[in-house]
């Protein structure tokens, strides 16, 4: 049940153009190009170590660009004027920008001194000047979307990682970010938590009109919510297309072999579940 | 050898500096914690000619022996600034200074062990660089070096002597004017030891206690 492309007609939120990043000599990412249009919901694939994590790090001004420029909301990111000429933003253009964004990580990052209550709140609070009981209200309702709700004053050390991971989201969506970046968010979880992970983020894709680049390795759940699929092979889009397009109609041959590779492991995954499930 | 009636007619002198000996290691204790945590936030900062400089002030304070520079300050800062400070704060301000540059090293250790994800997050949430220090990494740095801290708490108490040479009358100052007027130093030097050693050892065993009431929260906030 895939999509067609929308048909976005307002201009796009995000705009990478030209955008390299270098580590130590290492080019992981060559002059991209990019535009993501209002709630459309993106799904990166590819290799390990081809890129797809310093797309979402650079939007979120974790890593800074090489060369290239990054627009949200027809802004530059990390540019600014000052007198007359374009400077790399500083800390307080950073932080006005940055309100429009929000991630979810692989390792969840939750803070360990903190319930998961306050986890959700403490931002609302003292990012957002949200008076503190307007904001617990409002992190109640998220921790309810996500199906915490009995488990507000608990600490993350004390819940699993597929709860984890769920407040973790609850604490991104309650900034109401305009684009949401979910990097690899299933990857550390055991593979029988994965899955309420991912219902968690289908939901929010069906309600929500919040732009979503999701890094992931689940290809039936890009397959399923996104709008388009983007195939990254060292350090570039290789291909890219509606999920029918990329999984039904592969035109390059990395992207061949990628899926070819993937297909074979899971049937792999597939035939040892079921060995399992028989010795038991 | 060892008189017994002049032991117990000196020892009520010796309590007597209990209380400014104590005073005088918990206040430089403070200002050492207080100096501390800017100290190693400026070591790690990004910028260099702030990190550069004070690292090298905080490692030639550290690898110069404190009794110098009590001397600075009670000998060279009144004819150089014109600043004259009492025993009691000069020994303060010294001893807190000296062991400042060692708390800023447990700070760092207690700052780097916060996992980078942790500023990621805050980042991601858009707290400011202040929010986020005060909010989330230093309320997770703190709370494991309690018990390092502890033991330089120890190290200070018996570290005042030192404050002796610049005439703060605490308890080895007591007991060598003591001493000096009787010729009878073996009680006075006994007793002196004797104090700062009731006075230590509970001091250490209740900084291990908290390092194992440390541990176990840690361990069970992990298996719940």
């Keep these: 049940m895939s999509q067609n492309i929308k048909n976005f007609s307002a201009e796009p939120i995000v705009r990478y153009r030209n955008v390299t990043k270098v580590f130590d000599q290492r080019v992981v990412l060559k002059r991209l190009d990019l535009d993501i249009m209002p709630g459309e919901k993106i799904a990166l694939i590819g290799p390990s170590g081809s890129g797809k994590t310093t797309i979402a790090r650079l939007l979120m001004t974790l890593e800074q660009p090489t060369s290239g420029t990054i627009e949200v909301n027809g802004e530059l990111l990390w540019h600014m004027q000052h007198k007359g000429k374009l400077i790399t933003a500083n800390e307080k253009h950073l932080h006005r920008m940055r309100s429009s964004i929000g991630m979810v990580f692989q390792h969840f990052n939750l803070f360990p001194h903190m319930t998961i209550l306050?986890?959700?709140m403490e931002a609302l609070v003292h990012v957002r000047k949200i008076p503190k009981p307007q904001a617990q209200q409002r992190a109640l309702e998220l921790l309810q979307q996500v199906g915490l709700q009995d488990h507000i004053k608990k600490y993350p050390a004390q819940l699993s990682g597929g709860q984890k991971q769920r407040v973790a989201i609850a604490r991104a969506l309650v900034m109401e970010p305009k684009i949401l970046l979910f990097d690899e968010v299933t990857s550390a979880l055991d593979p029988e938590l994965v899955g309420e992970v991912l219902d968690v983020i289908k939901g929010i894709a069906e309600k929500k009109d919040t732009a979503m680049l999701l890094i992931t390795h689940e290809m039936d759940f890009a397959r399923e919510i996104a709008d388009r699929i983007l195939f990254t092979d060292g350090g570039v889009i290789v291909e890219q297309g509606t999920p029918e397009q990329i999984f039904e109609n592969p035109q390059s041959p990395r992207l061949q072999a990628f899926l070819t590779r993937f297909l074979k492991e899971r049937q792999y995954g597939l035939a040892s579940e079921t060995a399992a499930a028989g010795a038991e | 050898m060892w008189d017994w009636n002049y032991t117990w007619e000196i020892l009520p002198q010796l309590l007597k500096v209990v209380p400014i000996t104590i005073a005088a290691t918990l206040s430089?204790?403070?200002?050492?914690?207080?100096?501390?945590?800017?100290?190693?936030?400026?070591?790690?900062?990004?910028?260099?000619?702030?990190?550069?400089p004070v690292s090298a002030i905080a490692d030639f304070i550290r690898k110069t022996p404190l009794i110098i520079q009590l001397f600075v300050l009670v000998f060279v800062l009144p004819t150089s600034i014109g600043l004259t400070l009492s025993p009691f704060v000069a020994g303060m301000i010294g001893l807190g200074i000296h062991y400042s540059t060692y708390l800023s090293e447990v700070y760092r250790s207690g700052i780097e062990a916060v996992p980078k994800g942790q500023w990621e997050a805050s980042t991601a949430l858009n707290f400011t660089k202040t929010n986020t220090w005060l909010r989330i990494i230093l309320p997770q740095s703190i709370p494991p070096t309690i018990p390092v801290m502890g033991n330089y708490l120890i190290t200070m108490f018996k570290e005042t002597p030192t404050l002796s040479a610049i005439t703060l009358v605490e308890l080895l100052m007591?007991?060598?004017?003591?001493?000096?007027?009787?010729?009878?130093?073996?009680?006075?030097?006994?007793?002196?030891?004797?104090?700062?050693?009731?006075?230590?050892?509970?001091?250490?065993?209740?900084?291990r206690a908290l390092e194992r009431r440390m541990q176990a929260r840690e361990g069970s906030a992990a298996i719940k």
Excluded: D, H
């Design chain 2, 28 to 52: 430089a204790f403070i200002f050492a914690c207080a100096l501390g945590a800017p100290l190693a936030m400026a070591k790690q900062s990004k910028n260099k000619w702030l990190s550069l």
């Design chain 2, 174 to 207: 007591t007991a060598k004017t003591l001493g000096s007027s009787s010729f009878k130093y073996v009680e006075a030097l006994t007793l002196v030891g004797l104090i700062f050693l009731v006075l230590s050892y509970p001091s250490a065993l209740l900084v």
């Design chain 1, 118 to 120: 306050r986890n959700v």
